[in-house]
């Protein structure tokens, strides 16, 4: 028997069908993109870093608005004071490319450096013959997304497709004036679902901030403008809700069943800062 003899052992989920609406392709892109923040890679172009050298776990990425439904990322510095890498990656018209390009070569993918393009996603090839099969702690897994390891696919095409669109691209910031809402302060009717949620909301919530009431075409938004949070009422347009979500509101959305509204006051307390 051969002693101190050296075998390589790659780890990876077992190689299960892909899930509907391809949830494990976007959490192989959420991962990819957070490993490539933090490791070292050397663009050949410029001489400079195309990632950010940091330790596993200060670039934290969260799916929204929650894990079984995931329509957006939060990317957060999860050290104190934090490196200043997001600021980076909103200012710097081409660090968000450079991060993309650096996830799909961390999922084994034979991309090369800029000034060369980035392959199409059907024409993406794995770097070398030891490239595992879903998923590996050498690319997508880590002690941070174990919950996630079952869903996670380095093959997805949806993944690969997010990550080569985000490799191309510029980015620039828009000068934007803030918009502007018509506060309301009339009465809501006194039989409509406001009236009822503002009943409960002095019972429940009983010397909390009461919303601002913001006029948007016919339909009346409850909100915090301060901390970017907005009720949703059995009548509030889904459309609406979803329109400002992608502004950056956190919604809570109060069921047709009022019995549920004490659980969805507590929810709603806990995003204000509000205790009792």
Not at 74 to 98: N, W
Not at 138 to 158: E, G, K, M, T, V
Request: net charge negative; charged share 30%.
């Amino acid at each position: 028997m051969a002693v101190n003899q050296v075998r390589r052992v790659v780890i990876h989920p077992d190689d299960s069908p892909l899930l509907s609406n391809s949830p494990r392709g976007r959490q192989a892109a959420v991962r990819a993109l957070e490993l490539a923040l933090r490791v070292k890679q050397q663009l050949e172009a410029r001489g400079i870093e195309a990632v950010y050298q940091l330790e596993e776990g200060e670039i934290l990425a969260e799916p929204l608005p929650e894990a079984n439904e995931r329509r957006g990322l939060l990317l957060y510095e999860a050290a104190e004071g934090g490196a200043g890498v997001l600021t980076r990656l909103v200012h710097e018209p081409d660090a968000l490319s450079r991060v993309a390009r650096a996830a799909l070569q961390i999922m084994h993918l034979d991309v090369p450096n800029p000034p060369h393009d980035v392959p199409d996603p059907e024409d993406l090839e794995d770097a070398d013959e030891n490239a595992c099969i879903a998923g590996c702690y050498r690319c997508l897994l880590s002690y941070y997304n174990q919950p996630d390891h079952a869903i996670i696919d380095r093959r997805d095409r949806a993944a690969r497709e997010i990550l080569v669109r985000l490799a191309r691209v510029q980015t620039r910031l828009l000068d934007q004036e803030p918009e502007e809402l018509d506060i309301e302060d009339q009465p809501a009717d006194e039989d409509g679902w406001e009236a009822r949620w503002r009943a409960a909301f002095a019972r429940e919530l009983h010397g909390a901030q009461p919303p601002v009431r913001s006029a948007v075409g016919e339909t009346a938004v409850l909100q915090w403008t301060d901390d970017l949070v907005a009720i949703a009422l059995p009548d509030t347009p889904p459309e609406l809700q979803h329109e400002w979500e992608e502004r950056g509101y956190t919604f809570v959305r109060f069921a047709a069943d009022e019995s549920t509204w004490p659980q969805t006051f507590i929810r709603l307390g806990r995003l204000l800062g509000f205790q009792r």
